[in-house]
């Protein structure tokens, strides 16, 4: 089976140093990752109180009438999945996620902003019978196990912004969308 990966801007996952990666937010102080734009993310990413960095795995990209689709995973445990969950989920989203179901949980969730993704509720939708669509059952089945799923899109003459390796997340305190992990892609120019 040939599971498609990449093909929208052919861009390779870099090797992150997350200690070296989450000091670089913190604190500022990284020979590694020293980048000024890294400033702005961690500007809000401080706010969070329940916080962390993480490498970020593409699981499936496509393009879809001049929209680029990309689903990611991260773990919110120790900021690595294991390869073989990885090649299962890759699996899985080949043969059951649609390029629609993409574009509708990506529409307007541009990689440099800052996005939610509710895992708890997503996880009692499954637990009920209820989840309606691949990113809702695999984003409840994964949660519990540390791993939560990142749909994003933007237009295809920029796809090249969804070239990212790490994220950087926090749970959200708010009324709204309290227990909500927030996320932002670091793009690989970043790192």
């Not at 089976?1 to 997350?18: S, Y």
């Not at 991260?74 to 043969?95: A, F, T």
């Not at 990212?164 to 996320?183: D, E, P, R």
């Amino acid at each position: 089976m040939d599971i498609r990966i990449n093909f929208v801007d052919n861009w390779e996952k870099k090797d992150i140093d997350l200690k070296e990666l989450e000091a670089a937010l913190e604190t500022g102080n990284s020979t590694r990752y020293n980048n000024s734009k890294l400033n702005k993310i961690a500007s809000k990413w401080k706010k969070y109180k329940e916080r962390g960095v993480s490498n970020l795995y593409l699981i499936k990209e496509a393009d879809d009438d001049g929209v680029a689709c990309a689903y990611y995973a991260y773990s919110i445990k120790d900021g690595i999945i294991q390869e073989d969950v990885l090649e299962r989920l890759r699996d899985i989203c080949s043969q059951k996620l649609s390029v629609g179901e993409m574009r509708v949980h990506g529409s307007d969730c541009k990689p440099s902003e800052w996005w939610d993704t509710n895992a708890k509720y997503l996880m009692k939708l499954v637990e009920s019978g209820k989840a309606e669509d691949v990113y809702e059952y695999l984003n409840g089945e994964l949660f519990p196990s540390g791993i939560i799923l990142d749909a994003r899109s933007i237009k295809t003459k920029k796809a090249g912004s969804l070239a990212c390796s790490a994220i950087a997340w926090g749970v959200s305190n708010s009324l709204f969308k309290k227990g909500t992990y927030m996320g932002v892609l670091i793009h690989n120019d970043l790192l």
